[in-house]
C-alpha cells in the first residue's frame, strides 16, 4: 500500500478507537449509577487490576507494559467521569511519592500534595482524600520510618502496595560539577546515592530537604546548587538534568503503600502486614515463641523489623510482612494466638501482593 492510503488506514483506525472509547464510557456511566444505588464504592482498585492483568496476557505486538499504560489512562479518565478521586500524597509535584500515585491512577484523578506524611494520613482520615500514597520502603536505604509509624499509630490500612523502580537524577543550572557548591535532596535519595557523590560531589555541602521537588524548588534559586530528584520533578520545574541513574545500586525500587479507610479484599495471592509488641516484662524467648505461631500456622514471614514504642521507653513494636489474607483460615488462627501471647496485635492492612503483573505502571 502507498503511505497516503496507509496514513489513511490509520485515521480510520484512530476513529473506531475513539468511538469505542465513547462506548465505554456510556457503560461505565451505567456502572456509576448501578454503584450508586446499591451504595457501592465507585473506584475497586482489586477489579482495576485483573483487568490490567487480562489485557496484558493477551499483548501481541503492542508490549505488555505499553497495554497497561494505556488501559490505565482510560480507566483513570472513566473514573473521572463516574466521580471524581482525590488522591494524596508527600509533596510538592514532582516527588517519587507523586510518580507512584500517578501510576496507580493515571492523570486524570485529582492530586492533593501534602507537606508531611502525617498530612497524608490526616486528609484520608478526614475523607478529604480518598486514598493516601506514601512510601514505605527502599531495596537499598530500608523502611521510611516516619511512614512506619505514621502507619502504626493511625488508623488507615494498607489496601495496595506498588513497587516503583527508582532513577536518581542530578539536576542544576550551575556550568559543571566543579561549579556546585550545595547540594539538596531528601535523606533518603542521599543514601542512595552515597558512593556516586563521595566520588564526584565530595566538595559539596549536603543540605536536606523535606522532599525531592521541595530540593529542586530550593536549587532552582541557587546559581551553585544542585538536587537530586526524579525525572519528573525536572520536566515539571524546568531544571536540567546534568546526570541520570546516579543512585549506587542500579536495581533502586522503592514500595510505596496506597492507604485508605478499608483494606482490600481476599484475591487468592495477598500480603498482610501487622503491627505487634511483646508483654510488659518479657523474657527469653518472648519474640522467638510469638514468631513460632507464624511458623506453626505454615505463613511465610517476608518482612520483619523494630520502631521504638511511643508507649514507653526502650519498649519496641514489630512490624511484620507475611504472605496470606486475613481472612485466610491459618491466618486468622495466627492473629488469634498472637493476641493470645502479645500486648498488642495490630491488622495494618491485607492487600494484593504485588509481582511481575501488579500495578507497576
Known amino acids: 500500500m502507498a503511505l497516503d492510503d496507509l496514513r489513511k488506514r490509520i485515521d480510520e483506525l ?71 478521586i482525590k488522591i494524596a500524597y508527600l509533596g510538592p509535584e514532582g516527588t517519587f511519592s507523586h510518580a507512584a500515585a500517578r501510576a496507580l491512577f493515571g492523570l486524570a484523578a485529582r492530586y492533593s500534595e501534602a507537606a508531611t506524611f502525617e498530612g497524608v494520613f490526616d486528609a484520608v482520615a478526614r475523607r478529604d482524600a480518598q486514598h493516601g500514597v506514601v512510601p514505605i520502603e527502599n531495596s537499598s536505604e530500608g523502611s521510611s520510618n516516619t511512614a512506619i509509624d505514621a502507619l502504626i499509630d493511625g488508623d488507615l490500612l494498607i489496601r495496595a502496595e506498588l513497587e516503583l523502580e527508582v532513577s536518581q537524577c542530578l539536576l542544576t543550572a550551575a556550568a559543571g560539577l566543579a561549579s556546585i557548591e550545595r547540594l539538596y535532596s531528601h535523606p533518603q535519595p542521599l543514601g542512595q546515592c552515597r558512593l556516586w557523590l563521595a566520588k564526584n560531589l565530595a566538595h559539596v555541602q549536603l543540605v536536606h530537604a523535606p522532599s525531592t521537588a521541595a530540593a529542586v524548588r530550593e536549587a532552582l534559586s541557587d546559581p551553585r546548587g544542585a538536587a537530586i530528584a526524579g ?64 511458623d506453626e500456622e505454615k505463613i511465610n514471614l517476608t518482612r520483619i523489623e523494630s520502631r521504638p514504642s511511643r508507649e514507653k521507653q526502650w519498649d519496641y513494636v514489630f512490624l511484620a510482612d507475611f504472605e496470606g489474607h486475613r481472612d485466610d483460615a ?29 500495578l507497576r505502571p
Open 330 to 358: 491459618h491466618v486468622a488462627r495466627a492473629l488469634a494466638r498472637l493476641r493470645e501471647k502479645c500486648h498488642l496485635v495490630k491488622l495494618l492492612g491485607s492487600y494484593p501482593r504485588a509481582g511481575g503483573s501488579d
Open 231 to 294: 525525572r519528573l520533578a525536572s520536566e515539571l520545574y524546568g531544571l536540567p538534568i546534568a546526570r541520570e541513574r546516579i543512585q549506587d545500586r542500579p536495581d533502586n525500587v522503592t514500595r510505596f503503600a496506597l492507604v485508605s479507610l478499608e483494606d482490600a479484599p481476599r484475591t487468592g495471592d495477598d500480603k498482610t502486614t501487622i503491627a505487634f509488641s511483646l508483654r510488659e516484662g518479657h523474657g527469653r524467648g518472648s519474640l522467638m515463641r510469638a514468631l513460632a505461631i507464624l
Open 14 to 84: 484512530d476513529d473506531r478507537i475513539l468511538k469505542l472509547l465513547d462506548d465505554r464510557a456510556h457503560v461505565v456511566g451505567e456502572v456509576a449509577r448501578v454503584k450508586r444505588d446499591a451504595n457501592l464504592p465507585t473506584y475497586d482498585p482489586e477489579r482495576e487490576r485483573l483487568i490490567l492483568d487480562r489485557l496484558a496476557a493477551r499483548a501481541g505486538p503492542f508490549p505488555a507494559d505499553a497495554i497497561r499504560a494505556v488501559f490505565r489512562e482510560i480507566m483513570s479518565a472513566c473514573l473521572a467521569l463516574e466521580q471524581p
